[in-house]
């Protein structure tokens, strides 16, 4: 549970080195728990940057793409920023899709290989996570893992998560925010980052049609109730109601993306304010 409990309630979610320096440092002054990391990297020394621009934050990869790492390279660069910033990194790890990954195959027992590499190199497992949408990625979130941190789900998928990964399992989905009052302009800058790629990528197409979305939902850039479950809008205080859906479903933890700012800390101050 202190494993947990080290993430904090909200995490700031954004692209490798897409956060200088400057920014991460606030976030951490802010408040937040974690800074999450996402883009796939093929080495880990953006993380190395994040963790010494700060001091205690968690620091989090969402995620680490096991079709274009080495799980025993990966493993020994944990190693190496553990004993340089104890306690503070966990490894996220993830099967991406088949339309980025040549190799892409069995993606359950590929994980679960990788899974075996990095017990054999001594990344233990409440010292990392997985990227799960479906019921099998994420019982083995649970059995192999800290838990699970879903990309690109509303709320819905948060109950249905919490229901089968049981208690005592860190359940930390990520939720795009844009910081408008105005339902049309939201849309327009929250639609294109969902569409492009997510809304042509069979894993989380195949997600959305569990959770009750449509052919028609998905066709055409995505309907704007598919958009308005995918992307909080509104000012921050209601833009924080649409993420704390999340906790009431059972999250431990809100990774949130802020669109549309090339500063997330001022919108993040905003949220959190409220």
Request: hydrophobic share 40%; aromatic share 6%.
């Amino acid at each position: 549970m202190e494993a947990i409990k080290r993430f904090g309630t909200y995490g700031a979610w954004g692209w490798f080195k897409q956060f200088p320096a400057d920014q991460v440092a606030r976030m951490e002054e802010q408040g937040l728990g974690t800074i999450w990391l996402g883009g796939s990297p093929k080495h880990l020394k953006p993380i190395r940057d994040v963790l010494a621009a700060t001091s205690t934050i968690t620091v989090a990869t969402g995620i680490v793409n096991i079709w274009n790492t080495d799980a025993q390279a990966i493993g020994e660069e944990w190693i190496e920023l553990e004993a340089d910033f104890p306690g503070r990194f966990f490894l996220g790890i993830g099967a991406g899709h088949p339309e980025a990954n040549a190799d892409y195959s069995s993606p359950y027992d590929s994980v679960s290989r990788y899974l075996d590499v990095l017990d054999k190199v001594g990344v233990p497992a409440h010292r990392r996570l997985l990227a799960a949408l479906g019921p099998r990625m994420l019982r083995l979130s649970a059995d192999r893992s800290l838990g699970a941190h879903p990309y690109l789900t509303p709320s819905s998928h948060t109950k249905i998560a919490r229901e089968t990964v049981g208690n005592g399992v860190l359940l930390a989905p990520e939720h795009k925010v844009v910081v408008d009052a105005d339902p049309v302009a939201a849309r327009a800058i929250g639609r294109p980052p969902v569409d492009q790629p997510y809304l042509h990528l069979r894993n989380y197409v195949s997600n959305l049609k569990r959770l009750g979305f449509t052919d028609a939902d998905i066709a055409d850039g995505g309907s704007d109730r598919l958009i308005d479950a995918l992307v909080a809008h509104g000012d921050a205080a209601s833009v924080h109601r649409q993420i704390e859906d999340h906790l009431v479903a059972g999250a431990d933890h809100v990774a949130i993306q802020v669109l549309g700012s090339k500063d997330p800390t001022v919108e993040l101050a905003a949220i959190l304010a409220d």
